[in-house]
């Protein structure tokens, strides 16, 4: 005969079971029903993580303090589990999304000095017209290539020459041929002027008595013979040498004569040619101040 059972026990019937049997298996049943259902009214059993029993649920403070004994006991447990979980995620996520948060910060400040690492510190120096006005006066005063009027005083513009390694040089104008010629004024040289300078001027024509050259005009002279002269040159320079030709005029056979203080090798004074129209006579000579004399020389063409 089946003697199938329930969970707690209790005798169950069996469709293969003679109804005499299953009856008294069905009462048995019946009668450890009844002794449990007493026990249960008179000392109701507690439920535990192991054991089956009266459940019942916890009130909000039980299961807030989770310290119910008669309720559902693995409200504690359960709390404490979750309250760790909680606990830890909340370190670990905390401490990854500050490391995070910092090193964004520290990547969007980039290493700046610590007195402009903020939104605050930053827009306080934009805003300091002081240090703002600093700045542009600096700015100002660096050495501009746009424009030929900046505006620097004459110190400025002295300490920007020693800057860019430049002499007084800098500060000359370009000397036109008349001031090569003058030597006395303080400019600056160019390779077209001095050129210009070393060309002839035309002194036309000679007339007849002295014939002053002025050697502040010139270094080389062209003349015409108009008549007899006598050359006297006029505020020579140091070593200065002075190239001076002579042509005749339509006439011809005027003569050349000279200053005492020029001076000819053997004391011999040179000869003029006469024929109209030609070169009469080339002249060249340097000064001499600890003398006072021209040493000179002269030769004709025919």
Sequence with gaps: MPNDLTTRGYPLPHPDNVAREDAQRIRDALSAISDDIEQMTTEPPVASETDVGNVRLATAAEATGGT???????????KDMITSVTNALHTSIAGEYNTAITSAINALKGGVDPAY???????????????????????????????????LD????????????????????????????????????????????????DLGNSGSGTLNIDCNSGV???????????????????????????VQDGSGGRTVS????????????PTVATAAGGWALIFTGVYN?????????GWKLS
């Design 68 to 78: 119910a004994t008669d309720a559902v006991p693995v409200v504690k447990r359960v």
């Design 154 to 201: 004459a110190t400025q513009q002295s300490n920007g020459r020693t800057n860019l390694g430049l002499g007084d040089v800098a500060t000359k104008n370009v000397a036109t041929a008349a001031q090569i010629r003058q030597g006395n004024s303080s400019v600056a040289l160019t390779a077209d002027q001095a050129w210009a300078a070393a060309g002839f001027v």
């Design 117 to 151: 690492d903020t939104l605050v510190e930053i827009a306080a120096k934009l805003t300091d017209m002081t240090q703002i006005n600093a700045i542009l006066d600096s700015l100002a005063k660096r050495l501009r290539i746009d424009t030929a009027a900046q505006g």
């Design 258 to 269: 000279w200053n005492s203080n020029v001076r000819f090798p053997n004391g011999t004074t």
């Design 220 to 246: 080389r002279f062209r003349v015409v013979l108009t008549g007899n002269v006598t050359v006297n040159f006029l505020n020579p320079k140091d070593g200065q040498n002075v190239d001076v030709t002579f």
């Design 289 to 297: 101040s600890n003398y006072g004399q021209w040493l000179g020389a």
